[in-house]
C-alpha cells in the first residue's frame, strides 16, 4: 500500500515522464519539417545543376523577382543543404538523449508500482 | 488469432478489449493522417497537370499577338500582350525561380508529375495495408465483445 509520500513520488516521476514524452514529439516533428525542406533544396539543386551558366535564375524577396547568379544560387542551395543535414544531425541526437532519459525515467516509475 | 505487424508478431487474442480499443484507435488515427497526405499529393499533382496545360494552350504561337489582361492586383488588371512565346519562368522551390524555354519546362512539369505519381502509388499501397491491420483488428475487438457479452449474460444465451 503506497503512502501519501510514496504517491506523491509516483506523481511526480510520472509527469516527468509525460514531460519527456511531449519533448519527444516536438523534436521529431522539427526533424521531419528538416527532412521535407532538405527534400525540396535537393530537388532544387538537381535542377540548377541541370542548367547551363548562362541561364537565368531568379530569387523571390517579397514580392519581387531578383536576378541572381548561376554560381551564387547554387552557392546558396549548397550552403542551405549543408546547414540543414548539421540540424538534422543534432536533432537526432538530441531525440536520442530524450529517448535515453525517457526510458530511464519509466524504469523509476515501474519500480514504484 | 495472430496478426504480424512489421516484425512485431502480436496475438491480437492474447490483447484485452481496452489494448484493442487503443490498437484500433492508433491504426485509424495512422490512416487518416495518410489519407490526407494522400489527398494533398493528388492535389499537388493536379497543379503541376495545370501548368503543363496552360503553357500547351496558352503559350503558343496563336496568342502571340493577342491582347491579354494582366493582373496587377486581385482586382487590378492591365491590358498589355505576350511579349516571349518562347520561355517561361518555373518555380524550382526555396523561393528560386529559373527562366526556362518551352520545351524545357515540359520536361520540368512532367518530371514533377511522375515523382509525384511514384508517391501516389507507394502511399496507396501503404493505406490499403494499414486499412487491412484495421479491419482485422476491428474483427478480433467484435469477437472480444461478443464473449465478453455472453460470458456476463448466461442467462441471455442460453435461451
Do not use: W
Not at chain 2, 500547351?56 to 489582361?69: H, R, Y
Amino acid at each position: 500500500m503506497a503512502t501519501v509520500d510514496q504517491q506523491k513520488q509516483l506523481q511526480t516521476l510520472s509527469d516527468e515522464y509525460q514531460g519527456f514524452q511531449t519533448e519527444l514529439q516536438e523534436a521529431i516533428s522539427a526533424r521531419q519539417k528538416l527532412e521535407s525542406q532538405q527534400q525540396e533544396n535537393k530537388s532544387v539543386q538537381k535542377e540548377f545543376a541541370k542548367l547551363s551558366d548562362d541561364a537565368n535564375i531568379y530569387k523571390l524577396v517579397g514580392p519581387v523577382l531578383l536576378k541572381q547568379e548561376t554560381a551564387e544560387a547554387k552557392s546558396t542551395v549548397d550552403g542551405r543543404l549543408e546547414f540543414i543535414e548539421k540540424e538534422i544531425k543534432r536533432i537526432e541526437k538530441h531525440i536520442s538523449n530524450i529517448q535515453e532519459k525517457s526510458e530511464d525515467k519509466k524504469m523509476e516509475v515501474s519500480h514504484y508500482l | 488469432m495472430a496478426s504480424s505487424e512489421k516484425g512485431q508478431t502480436v496475438d491480437l487474442a492474447s490483447l484485452s478489449i481496452q489494448q484493442l480499443s487503443q490498437v484500433k484507435k492508433q491504426l485509424d488515427d495512422e490512416v487518416q493522417h495518410l489519407t490526407t497526405s494522400y489527398q494533398s499529393l493528388l492535389a499537388a499533382q493536379r497543379k503541376f497537370r495545370e501548368c503543363l496545360a496552360s503553357i500547351k494552350n496558352g503559350i503558343a504561337n496563336s496568342t502571340q499577338d493577342k491582347p491579354l489582361l494582366v493582373p496587377l492586383t486581385a482586382s487590378l488588371y492591365v491590358p498589355g500582350t505576350l511579349a516571349d512565346t518562347e520561355h517561361v519562368i518555373v518555380d524550382v522551390g526555396t523561393g528560386f525561380y529559373v527562366e526556362k524555354n518551352v520545351k524545357e519546362a515540359g520536361e520540368f512539369y512532367n518530371g514533377k508529375i511522375e515523382e509525384v505519381g511514384g508517391n501516389v502509388k507507394s502511399l496507396e499501397g501503404i493505406v490499403n495495408a494499414k486499412g487491412q491491420n484495421l479491419r482485422v483488428v476491428e474483427e478480433v475487438l467484435r469477437q472480444k465483445m461478443v464473449a465478453a457479452n455472453t460470458s456476463s449474460n448466461p442467462a441471455a444465451s442460453a435461451s
